[in-house]
């Protein structure tokens, strides 16, 4: 029987240097695509495929997401005093419903294996789906909902995959791949940034993973791998033979909001797909270009 997805786990403890001074005080997750912060795509992906509870793994000076899934009972008092209705539910939406929002803590930077291992109690034997917020997909139905309605065909573990350039295997985690139908891609192997010359294939994990409890089996072990982190590609490497594991192919064009370039370009892209700024973006890029 295969069991549904109801807890998310958001890695989020990053320092964000590479949007520096920007995140000095403010965590990069809070950086905003047009006027929403990344976190909040994230969890909003993670509501629409039906996840009911959500971890945010979180470090130093990360409070200010706390404070932005809480409710800002003075500013909500303004806005409903100013007839501001549109702002005023935009802002109620964000809170999640009590006790459905969790924070702990990843106290040192020791890889995505090792901020995954920091949620174990929070999973409790259930599988789970981790999110990246640097990840953002720009399409009709998220990206994690999409890999929801495969994961309920195949069960196991799974992960988001695209193609990437050869000469930038050694940025992801990168699959070996043993059949490919167009969709789903059962995997042999992985392999976590391993150099051109050396990858089995060009077909890399980006920041969505469905996962299976006995990962942590292999995650309780510390074990340090790539860059001397604790990488959750290993442990996932682990569990194939015991567990199915397929890639999954996603509609939608996603960005790498980890990077200037992508960050820059999603906001101009989400701006495009809005009604209220759709045409005035396209005038502007038009005068700039």
């Keep these: ?24 005080v403010m965590p990069k997750e809070m950086l905003p695509i047009v006027d929403k912060p990344l976190i909040q795509y994230a969890i909003e992906e993670a509501r629409e495929a039906g996840i009911e509870e959500f971890v945010l793994v979180t470090g130093r000076g990360k409070n ?8 800002a009972y003075e500013l909500e008092a303004i806005l409903l005093d100013r007839g501001r209705e549109d702002d005023l539910s935009a802002v ?18 020791l890889g995505l294996g090792h901020a995954v291992w920091c949620a174990r109690q929070f999973i409790t034997g259930e599988p789970f789906a981790v999110i990246s917020p640097d990840d953002i997909v720009l399409s009709e139905k998220g990206c994690l909902k999409q ?9 196991g573990n799974m992960v988001a995959v695209e193609d990437v350039p ?10 070996d791949v043993e059949s490919d139908d167009g969709l789903l891609v059962k995997a042999k192997g992985l392999v976590e940034k391993p150099n051109p010359e050396d990858a089995p294939s060009t077909l890399s994990i980006i920041g969505r993973y469905i996962l299976q409890p006995e990962v942590f089996e292999y995650l309780d072990k510390l074990e340090v791998g790539t860059g001397g982190e604790i990488q959750l590609t290993d442990a996932m490497a682990k569990t194939i033979g015991n567990i199915p594991f397929h890639g999954f192919r996603f509609e ?26 759709g045409g005035d ?7 700039i270009i």
């Design 1 to 24: 029987m295969i069991k549904p997805i109801r807890k998310a786990v958001f890695p989020v403890a990053g320092l964000g240097t590479r949007f520096l001074p920007a995140t000095k």
């Design 64 to 71: 200010m997401m706390e404070d932005h899934f809480d409710h």
């Design 92 to 109: 109620q939406r964000v809170a999640p419903d009590s006790g459905t929002l969790s924070y702990t803590r990843q106290r040192r930077p």
């Design 147 to 155: 890999m929801m309605e495969a994961y309920l065909e195949v069960g």
């Design 166 to 175: 050869r000469d930038q295997t050694n940025r992801y985690g990168i699959l």
């Design 252 to 277: 939608g064009h996603r960005f790498d909001c980890g990077t200037k370039i992508g960050f820059v370009t999603a906001n101009v892209a989400f701006a495009m797909q809005r009604n209220d700024l």
């Design 281 to 287: 973006i396209k005038a502007e890029l038009q005068k």
